[in-house]
């Protein structure tokens, strides 16, 4: 299992994301589904394609939404330590 975590230098982050060995959701956890991102794969591991798409769905779209609410222009630079 693979859990992300991104937290911004203003304190707020985002849901974190898991990766589950798995090809599809167990059906005996709808209660904790709002409370992640999900991804799986066999191994359980981050893959290029699972990365690539966390960074494009989730991580670029947060951090647009933070410089919409501090009002910075969209080149305004952003830095992911990984």
């Known amino acids: 299992i693979t859990l ?3 937290i911004s230098a203003d304190g707020s ?4 994301t898991v ?10 956890c709808e ?8 991804s ?3 191994s359980g591991w981050i893959t290029e ?3 690539e798409k966390w960074i494009t769905k989730i ?5 647009q939404e ?6 910075k222009p969209p080149e305004h630079k952003a830095l992911l330590i990984l």
């Open 49 to 51: 394609s699972i990365f």
């Open 31 to 38: 209660g904790i589904l709002s409370s992640f991102h999900w």
């Open 13 to 16: 982050s985002l849901k974190p």
């Open 40 to 42: 799986g794969q066999c």
């Open 19 to 28: 990766i589950l060995p798995l090809k599809e959701f167990p059906l005996n």
């Open 59 to 63: 991580f670029i779209p947060h951090v």
């Open 66 to 71: 933070l410089r919409n609410a501090l009002q």
């Open 4 to 6: 992300i975590c991104c």
